[in-house]
């Protein structure tokens, strides 16, 4: 082919690539928007839906702000369209959980709204390819307050995470006698899903080729691995320790905040039923890592004392399921371990086995977090051994350790 000609051709392709990717966000953007306005409007008893759009930030679900007018006025909605494999019995323990702690009194989480039927969800069937499947929609209340954070910016006040320790107590308070029947997140409790690691990272390991990505993992993939053996040695430890609902996503991205103090809990889409300890150890793995700087990959010891401490001053105000206990506290430090290898299986999951693009400087960067915070955890096991230590464990009013009014239950 004469080269000019072939010139021609390949602007004209790239031409033709661009205006083809551009319409396809187009009617991307009309499908879910028209969709969500659908949903709203012919399925709950809301109001005229006036406007439609996407909060960003979310990695499994896509959240939208749905704007409607009615009689009483203006009104704005949060509206969650679930990921492809959620199932239904999921969505039904999410909104059981919720609807169960709003009625204990625990307002500071976003209610779902019933539709015209008296469900907390509705359905459409969607085109894939060339077969039909399911999604799930549910409409809540759209929480005051600012979002400050999300789950990798996450350097708090003293106050904000005195604040989010307390409020994670008072719902393990409140939604400890919740009783989900045959509703469960199909997610395996902690320690069952620990024994699942070894092969799911010897498995992505098989997938790698040649990237940035791969060759990090490939070359941490062996103090991976042993960090999963030894997080095993502790379950002969957690026998009739408390089991109850737990979050499972407790960061500062998933809370509002107004003068530091949280005003706002939402995101229950992961919750299940596993040991408290895991959800503790959890939010220390969120809320007191380090994502930048010279101490980017640490764990803020001082931070997690904090928040540890603030948990334990809240806790003791309820009798089930009270403080954490001896036992708890001695588990502590391997659960943290293992709640950062809960975090750490996302970042290579979610880039070896969810078939969308991806950034590789993006997800490099997740997983050399939790490697350098496995790293570390490692490291300092005595040094997290003594988080719950009584010294400055009681504070004077206003300052870190004191129960705020707006706060309690």
Not at 93 to 114: C, Q, S, W
Not at 137 to 154: C, P, R, S
Not at 378 to 386: C, G, R, T, V
């Amino acid at each position: 082919m004469d080269p000019n000609r072939a010139n021609e051709l390949f602007e004209l392709a790239d031409r033709l690539s661009t205006d083809a990717t551009k319409l396809r966000a187009e009617l991307e953007f009309e499908f879910a928007t028209s969709q969500l306005a659908e949903v709203v409007d012919e399925d709950y008893d809301l109001g005229e839906v006036v406007g439609v759009e996407q909060i960003f930030g979310g990695y499994v679900n896509v959240s939208y702000a749905v704007h409607t007018r009615s009689d009483a006025g203006e009104q704005r909605y949060f509206v969650r369209k679930y990921s492809r494999a959620i199932t239904e019995p999921e969505v039904r323990f999410e909104h059981a959980l919720v609807n169960h702690i709003n009625r204990k009194g625990f307002h500071l989480a976003a209610r779902v709204y019933p539709n015209k039927a008296g469900e907390t969800f509705v359905t459409r069937d969607e085109l894939r390819g060339e077969r039909r499947e399911t999604r799930f929609f549910a409409v809540y209340e759209m929480l005051l307050g600012e979002d400050k954070y999300t789950w990798v910016k996450n350097r708090c006040t003293d106050r904000e995470y005195d604040s989010a320790a307390r409020v994670l107590a008072q719902f393990h308070h409140l939604a400890h006698d919740f009783e989900p029947g045959k509703l469960a997140r199909e997610q395996l409790p902690i320690m069952d899903f620990v024994r699942t690691l070894e092969k799911t990272f010897t498995d992505c390991a098989g997938q790698t080729t040649g990237t940035s990505y791969d060759k990090y993992f490939l070359a941490k993939l062996p103090a991976i691995l042993e960090a999963v053996r030894q997080g095993t040695s502790i379950e002969s430890r957690l026998a009739g320790l408390p089991f109850i609902p737990v979050h499972c996503d407790y960061h500062p991205g998933n809370q509002k905040y107004v003068d530091e103090r949280v005003v706002g809990l939402f995101d229950f889409d992961w919750s299940k039923v596993d040991y408290r300890i895991f959800d503790i150890a959890l939010a220390l793995v969120y809320f007191c890592s380090s994502w930048e700087g010279r101490d980017s990959g640490d764990l803020w010891l001082d931070k997690a004392a904090l928040f540890t401490r603030a948990y334990q001053e809240e806790a003791a105000k309820f009798d089930e399921p009270g403080p954490m206990s001896e036992a708890e506290l001695a588990a502590l430090p391997r659960m943290i371990a293992n709640a950062n290898l809960f975090v750490l299986n996302w970042d290579v999951t979610a880039y070896y086995e969810d078939d969308t693009v991806k950034n590789d400087d993006e997800y490099l960067m997740y997983v050399s977090h939790n490697v350098m915070l496995m790293e570390f955890i490692e490291a300092h096991l005595q040094e997290l051994a003594h988080l719950a230590d009584a010294q400055g464990a009681m504070s004077s009013p206003g300052e870190p350790g004191h129960s705020h009014d707006q706060e309690r239950v």
